[in-house]
């Protein structure tokens, strides 16, 4: 790997007043990301970055076709006595053959025992099947802490990583991986809020992988105002198609997230999950990567699609991102939310004068337990799959997962809803209205009468129009809540 740094002066960027960031505030985070159908020339990466009697990486499977399906895993890891940028190579090849309508959930130690142990390196999922849908899980300790996934959009040349914060101990990290066969050239930039843009240039050989944290990476960054958190966002440009993570720590790792390709910015952009009260925080970032500020609305949605009123004091609320800058806020500043009950809904930001990109957390803003990343995206589908179910009791823990629908649309959506056990037996089935512009968001014992308790399995959903579509996972006890984006079939 070959580097080399320029750093120049930058613009100061204005920001809506914020807390303090939530990184400081959470004790334990979750996420959840899903891939899109895998076709017959796509692959995706697994980032294994802990895999130790304390730290377990899993993986879901799920084949939605009416034909078993056949999955190939290789593990890409540096020799253990090479240094520097010496080529990752498989140490570890196996398949798993997935029945119809199945799933198969496992570390990746149970589908092969050379994976125990194996860190430092990415797993790569490859499927000739249309059908197949995956979902992986880091789990440090016993806490769920991060999940993610990769799918075709997220191997890109272009990335905008939104949280990006500078911190003296590296909490901030990400990881590229070059899974080509010839080099990549990249380059970073850090984008600070306050001061400065810093540009790094990287080399990356054929199945080479970067990780780092963006203090080590910028160490620079170390010598100006604050610090210890610097806020601000990175891009990455290279001239091949790249897979890229972002992951938070501290003494555990927290959160994660695929980051959005450039190319995935959009001037009308969903969320579909909204929530502020005197126990729970949503944290907005807009990013605008363009060369002239943007005039941004962002418009809180109750179910029905009208503008929520009753505890807000500012909505919709008008935002000027500056050009190739960053807004960052908490949900009670943006809209003027201050009384003591809940409030709860749908966002849609409108940005009529160019693309800008998007990204939240949720979180448990009293007791600190737990957060999770929510996709604020463009994208619209019709049918998808869920590759995982968790509803019902499990170690002694009850669990419970939801779905959240967001419809754009000026017309109302009907939404089919199926639950498949991991056998591929259906267990239960719905349907639910989402009025045009509106929203729904409910447990799946809601939306589906007399659903019966289940863990493992997948949840396919085939709507009359496209609308956004997000699953929410969380347990009895509220120590962790995560959320699961759609793998799209059309």
Known sequence: MKIKANNRPGKTIRSIPQKRSFAYRLFALAMFLLIPTLGAANTFEIPVLRNDATAKVG????NSGSSAAEVQLRGYSRDPGSSGSARFTVTVSTSVTIPALAQVS????????????????????????PDVHAMFLNTPTNILAFAGSSDPTCSATQFTLPESRVD?????????????????????????????EFDKSVTLEPQEMLDSSVMNFFPKLGDFPGVPLVNGYMTVQSSQPLSAFQQISNSRLLVGQSPPPMNQGATRLFMPQ?????????????????????????????????LVVN???????????????????????????????LVVGSLEISS???????????????QHRFATAVPVAAQTYSEAVFAQVASGDAGGVGYWTG????????????????????????????????????????????????????????????????????????NGRLDFLTTVTASVIR
């Open 168 to 196: 003296p101990v590296g909490n901030f990290e990400f990881t590229l991986i070059n899974d080509n066969p010839v080099r990549a050239n990249v380059t970073l930039s850090f984008v600070d809020t306050a001061f400065y």
């Open 59 to 62: 993986l879901a499977l799920t």
């Open 352 to 366: 009529p004068g160019g693309p800008v990109m998007g990204s939240a957390v949720i979180g448990d803003n009293a």
């Open 311 to 341: 505890g807000v004091q500012t909505n919709p609320q008008r935002i000027l991102v500056p050009n190739q800058g960053q807004v960052v806020g908490q949900g009670t500043v943006l809209f003027g939310i201050s009384g003591p009950g």
């Open 403 to 474: 779905l959240a629908f967001q419809n754009p649309n000026s017309t109302a959506a009907t939404v089919q809803i199926q639950v498949y056990s991991p056998t591929g037996s259906l267990t239960g089935q719905g349907s639910v209205t989402v009025a045009a512009g509106g929203r729904i968001s409910q447990q799946l014992i809601e939306l589906i009468p007399g659903f019966s308790p289940q863990i493992g399995g997948h949840i396919h959903v085939i709507s009359s129009i496209p609308l956004t579509m997000l699953e929410i996972f969380g």
């Open 106 to 129: 496992k570390f990746l130690s149970e589908y092969d025992p050379r994976f125990e142990g194996f860190a430092g390196g990415w797993v790569e999922v490859s499927s000739p099947s």
């Open 274 to 306: 909204f929530v502020v009260g005197p126990d729970w925080f949503t944290e907005l970032s807009l990013v605008n990567p363009s060369l002239v500020p943007l005039e941004v609305t962002v418009s809180l949605l109750d179910e029905q699609g009208n």
